[in-house]
């Protein structure tokens, strides 16, 4: 039986990165690398046509299926070699004549490193592009619906500015559609190396393969066959920032997840409420407060992120070696699809559908119209203190506006709970300066200061801007 943990906790296992990153499968890009050095190793004639053509397509196959497991038992029980355990296990399963060609001219991490780069590529390609694509539309549908939907803003845990609930929605999916250009960007920027066990070519240029190969190098036609591109340099290993820059871009979309968790995971709070999980019908909210509806999956969105800062941290240490390479990082390595399967986590927490009306979790998440207003208007009658002390100024009152509006107005307001304007106008009665500053404001701006949820910007624009930034995106994808 196959062995498909990914690497991390058995607890977070996403089903759609098992053929890649599946244990027993994380070898097989390894044979791939060695078999397109066969095949090139042909094509220059090295080795024999009638050799070659004993590679059928069922040896192919056998070989590109061995796990694993199977090379670790080798390496323990007898080549406490990694790699070397792998080319023995090929070499039983080619033909005679074939076997000596096996890891020619390569070193252990030629096959290693551009086997790495091939399944990054094939993660994100396969499974992660695609599910983020899936997520970014149901968030332009859920920022398009509430573009209009009046919240107050929120800073320092403080009630702000007026808003809206697709603004805030739309400042998140902008991140996400800006994560998701860079993962893919950072993924074709990928590349490979057979460059030999310093990064020379040392072999390949001494012992006549380099001159069989004409102007397109063994590296080149090794790397052409798998789709990738090699290093402009490299030592035994490949230079670490190619793939760096692609895990970071998968921690930077970790982060945008966590925001729209810890948001929604405070707008779920029983004194806001104002946005709230689906809740299937048998779900249970605490071991022991029946009463309770716990923000669970906006938690575990978040939570996801404290993981990848974690893992983050091995990437960053694997930026130097000793010299030309040592082992020091090999451990390290085999912990990077981490990063991978803590975002597939968490788009699968998103998309998750539910077994009964089939909507996806993103598709579930409410928003309370009438909570939104309730919480707004505790505020409603001080929120406008910046448009009134900006008003005040430009219209040349000649004392300190903010002082005024913060000192006097807006205490008095919410003693009285009355609006600023107000509270100015009847001050005003007693202020002649404050007097002919208020007359000298607009009447488009006093009506505007007696409706505070008119005072929301381009807050709808920029949502429905930024949702069809999405749509656009998206269309083809």
């Not at 062995?3 to 089903?15: F, T, V």
């Not at 871009?249 to 029983?270: E, I, K, N, P, Y």
Request: glycine share 6%; charged share 20%; with cysteine.
């Amino acid at each position: 039986m196959s062995n498909l943990m990914l690497p991390g906790n058995p607890r977070y296992q996403p089903r759609q990165l098992l053929e890649i990153f599946g244990y027993d499968n994380l070898v097989r890009t390894l044979y791939e690398v060695e078999l397109a050095g066969l095949d090139v190793l042909a094509e220059i004639a090295l080795i024999p046509s009638g050799d070659y053509s004993l590679l059928t397509p069922d040896i192919r196959g056998r070989i590109l299926a061995i796990q694993t497991t199977a090379v670790d038992e080798l390496e323990r029980k007898v080549t406490k070699h990694d790699v070397r355990a792998a080319v023995r296990l090929m070499q039983d399963l080619l033909p005679l004549p074939l076997r000596r060609w096996v890891h020619i001219p390569y070193t252990s991490y030629d096959p290693l490193d551009t086997g790495r780069s091939l399944q990054f590529i094939r993660a994100q390609r396969q499974v992660m592009a695609p599910s983020l694509v899936k997520a970014a539309k149901q968030m332009a549908e859920f920022t398009r619906e509430f573009a209009g939907q009046v919240q107050i803003g929120r800073t320092h845990g403080q009630h702000a500015l007026p808003i809206t609930v697709g603004f805030w929605f739309a400042t998140i999916l902008n991140r996400v559609l800006d994560n998701l250009q860079e993962m893919d960007t950072r993924a074709g920027q990928l590349v490979g190396k057979i460059s030999g066990a310093v990064g020379a070519y040392n072999a390949q240029v001494h012992l006549g393969i380099a001159e069989r190969c004409g102007s397109l190098s063994f590296e080149a036609r090794v790397l052409q066959k798998l789709g990738l591109k090699p290093a402009a340099i490299s030592t035994q290993i490949l230079p670490p920032e190619p793939l760096a820059h692609y895990l970071f871009a998968v921690l930077l979309q970790t982060a945008a997840f966590a925001q729209l968790g810890r948001d929604c995971r405070h707008l779920m709070r029983t004194e806001i409420g104002e946005v709230a999980e689906g809740f299937s019908k048998d779900q249970v909210g605490s071991s022991t407060m029946g009463h309770k509806r716990n923000p669970i999956n906006f938690e575990q969105l978040e939570g996801m992120l404290k993981k990848n800062i974690g893992e983050f941290v091995k990437v960053l240490l694997t930026f130097i070696s000793e010299h030309q390479r040592d082992l020091t990082d090999s451990a390290v390595f085999r912990d990077f699809p981490i990063l991978v399967v803590n975002l597939a986590n968490q788009l699968n927490t998103l998309l998750r559908a539910d077994p009964e009306s089939g909507q996806t979790f993103l598709q579930r998440v409410t928003v309370d119209r009438q909570a939104c207003w309730r919480n707004f208007q505790m505020s409603a009658n001080v929120i406008l203190a910046e448009p009134l002390y900006i008003a005040l100024q430009m219209s040349g009152y000649e004392g300190d506006a903010h002082e005024l509006v913060n000192r006097y107005l807006v205490p008095a307001a919410k003693a009285s709970e009355r609006l600023l304007i107000e509270v100015a106008q009847e001050r005003s009665e007693t202020d002649e300066q404050l007097r002919v500053a208020l007359e000298m404001i607009s009447g488009e701006v006093v009506q505007l200061l007696h409706h505070p949820e008119q005072y929301i910007g381009r807050a709808q624009d920029q949502a429905l801007k930024v949702a069809l930034r999405a749509e656009t995106l998206l269309r083809e994808a």
